[in-house]
């Protein structure tokens, strides 16, 4: 038979929230809900109501209208709107939540009341512990306690204890309450077998911090040597029937509530971290008991907030856990579930900064964590060479291969088209860096703009510049001007009307466009050429010159340039604005991808992208090729001067 215990009943609660269940068959009111608090509004389905009175709490899984009084959790709405019978819902539930309902047998119902009379034993040793650590033989302990910063209520509050060095010490403990020796085996409080003469106590000589379920229960002990030869500075209970470490979260009866009204849970490493932490006044913070973050630990977190920030210890112990904690996450990530990842310097853990009295600088890391992509492109690309073809394509294979582990499609593709956007760009600045460092190598120093300044706004600047600079040039080429786009209304304004000066009025000189331009594009022209500034003295003295501002973004145009090499410098910086445009083309073609997949629009992803690609590959073999053409004649132009 199929028995229903109250720990498989638990599980599939904090694997599903209620408003997952219950949203199938009810409509949120907007205005009333608030979803990233998981606190829904909507009108009863079990009475009509014009306006909404019906209750669901994802935080107490629960639901209850304030109209006919209905209320529940999970199960009841299915058995009460479905009509499904009570095993039926578990069993339906259980589905949707991937849980195996076991079988029981007879013996095994009589296991689980066996299991259910644990808690007792975990109650009394709990009891055990905290005496000792307040005794005198406890003091060496509570001074360790008091010297990492905790204060004695605090001690208090999280029940810690310590285990005497005496190897029955516990044990007879329990057996004056009535604890048989099996009870003990069973919670893990024992160390029994074919080495052991008789049983004994499995904790001694250590600190001892009780382990509480969600509901606030002792069902474990994690103690900390205080003799520096252990053989393990941290030891924690084993497997039981109560306790399985990677489905526990330290601290989560004290911080979820926190953590659900302020929407954000801290996740660290150890006790003390945790314990620091919520000392400090963050009581959002629970631990991982020092084991890798499990598929169970996320769906604990993801119910009560949509962002948990991971947030180990900054040596590269705590970096590797970061890790793992990212790859057990990544294929289970998707709409409002995702983590934030919080780097703490110096190899410093969170409980050293609570004692530097550093809780500020804590909480401006945490509060501000690194995007869970953020995280993903930094380990995947940090130290890597990208030098060859062949090391950018296995660079771009190994991403697109772990980006295939996330099961939510929406999400999925969002990370392959933003992978694929950072990956051009990335490749594209170092091309273009090594192209620059190698013809410095070659005594020719590049004349365009620097990388910081690659934007389109500094470059249609420089482009409108050069058709003041060089009118006489540019109207032979007004084609190609008039059909550059600028992303600036005011330069395209002005694109205009240089165009009609140029090529309608014929008005070909610097000199005829200062005179000629209309008032209201003075600003434009001073932003993009600039006049002559002369000194309001009586002497006039030339300050800046005409075309200053042009000179000092581009510094070339002060030379008496060829019009052939105008021409070609005009197709350069075209390619330039195409590559923006590029680029704009492809983020809105991402966000339709990701919102109606279809051949169509996945078949104009790819185009766009080998369309940049073809443009990035074309500016740099431009500026390669200007740039050594330009270090030729400007050479022979400064002999020219010298001579």
């Not at 005794?135 to 060496?140: I, K, L, R, V």
């Not at 069973?186 to 379920?213: H, N, W």
Request: hydrophobic share 40%.
């Amino acid at each position: 038979m199929i028995k229903f215990t109250p720990s498989i009943l638990d599980d599939i609660r904090s694997r599903l929230t209620i408003s997952s269940v219950v949203g199938r068959r009810v409509q949120w009111d907007r205005r009333k809900s608030n979803p990233g608090k998981g606190d829904f509004w909507a009108c009863c389905p079990f009475h009509a109501e014009k306006s909404p009175s019906f209750h669901v709490e994802d935080r107490k899984g629960r639901y209850h209208c304030f109209g006919c009084k209905a209320s529940g959790d999970v199960f009841t709405f299915l058995v009460e709107k479905e009509g499904l019978s009570f095993p039926e819902a578990v069993e339906q539930l259980a589905g949707e939540a991937s849980i195996i309902l076991p079988k029981f047998t007879p013996a095994e119902v009589e296991k689980e009341k066996v299991k259910n009379s644990l808690y007792d034993v975990m109650g009394h040793a709990s009891v055990y512990f905290q005496s000792k650590l307040w005794a005198s033989e406890g003091s060496n302990a509570l001074s360790y306690l008091r010297s990492r910063g905790l204060k004695d209520e605090t001690i208090k509050d999280f029940g810690l204890g310590f285990a005497s060095a005496s190897k029955v010490g516990l044990k007879t403990f329990l057996l004056s309450k009535e604890v048989s020796e099996q009870q003990m085996i069973e919670a893990g409080l024992l160390l029994s077998g074919e080495d052991f003469k008789t049983s004994i106590d499995r904790f001694r000589e250590r600190i001892i911090f009780p382990i509480q379920d969600a509901k606030g229960k002792t069902i474990a002990f994690g103690g900390r040597a205080m003799a520096k030869d252990a053989p393990a500075k941290y030891l924690n209970s084993p497997e039981t029937p109560l306790f399985s470490k990677g489905k526990v979260l330290y601290n989560l009866s004290k911080a979820k509530q926190d953590a659900f009204d302020k929407g954000s849970i801290i996740v660290v490493e150890g006790y003390m971290d945790a314990i620091a932490v919520y000392q400090a006044g963050n009581k959002n913070v629970v631990a991982t008991l020092g084991t890798a973050m499990t598929e169970d630990h996320l769906a604990i977190l993801w119910r009560l907030v949509p962002q948990p920030v991971v947030c180990f210890d900054g040596d590269n112990a705590g970096r590797n856990a970061a890790s793992k904690a990212f790859d057990r996450a990544l294929p289970f990530v998707k709409a409002g579930h995702s983590l934030g990842f919080a780097f703490l310097q110096d190899s410093k853990d969170p409980a050293d900064m609570m004692l530097d009295g550093k809780n500020s600088e804590f909480l401006a890391l945490v509060n501000n964590p690194m995007p869970m992509s953020e995280y993903f492109w930094i380990r995947s690309t940090y130290g890597l060479p990208i030098v060859t073809p062949e090391q950018k394509a296995g660079l771009e294979m190994a991403m697109l291969q772990l980006i295939e582990q996330i099961k939510d499609e929406g999400v999925r593709r969002q990370y392959r088209y933003q992978m694929r956007i950072r990956l051009s760009d990335l490749f594209y600045q170092f091309d273009k860096t090594s192209l620059r460092k190698q013809l410095t190598r070659r005594g020719m120093k590049t004349f365009l703009p620097s990388l910081d300044d690659e934007h389109a706004s500094n470059i249609e600047k420089i482009v409108l510049g050069l058709a003041v600079e060089f009118p006489h040039y540019f109207y032979r080429r007004e084609h190609q001007f008039i059909f550059m786009t600028f992303k600036d209304e005011g330069f395209r304004i002005f694109q205009r009307e240089l165009y009609s000066l140029l090529v309608v009025e014929e008005n070909r000189t610097v000199s005829a466009i200062y005179s000629n331009l209309d008032d209201r594009f003075y600003k434009v022209l001073e932003q993009v050429h600039g006049h002559e500034v002369v000194s309001k003295s009586s002497n006039h003295k030339l300050i800046r010159r005409r075309g200053h501002a042009l000179y000092e973004r581009f510094p070339l145009a002060q030379y008496d340039l060829s019009e052939d090499f105008v021409q070609r410098m005009l197709d350069y910086f075209y390619l330039l604005l195409q590559r923006d445009a590029v680029k704009e083309d492809l983020r809105e073609a991402g966000e339709i991808l990701v919102q109606e997949l279809n051949l169509k629009n996945e078949v104009r992803l790819n185009a766009l992208f080998e369309e940049l690609k073809h443009l990035n590959n074309n500016i740099l073999e431009q500026e390669k090729l200007l740039t050594e053409e330009a270090s030729v004649w400007t050479e022979q132009y400064r002999s020219r001067k010298v001579a």
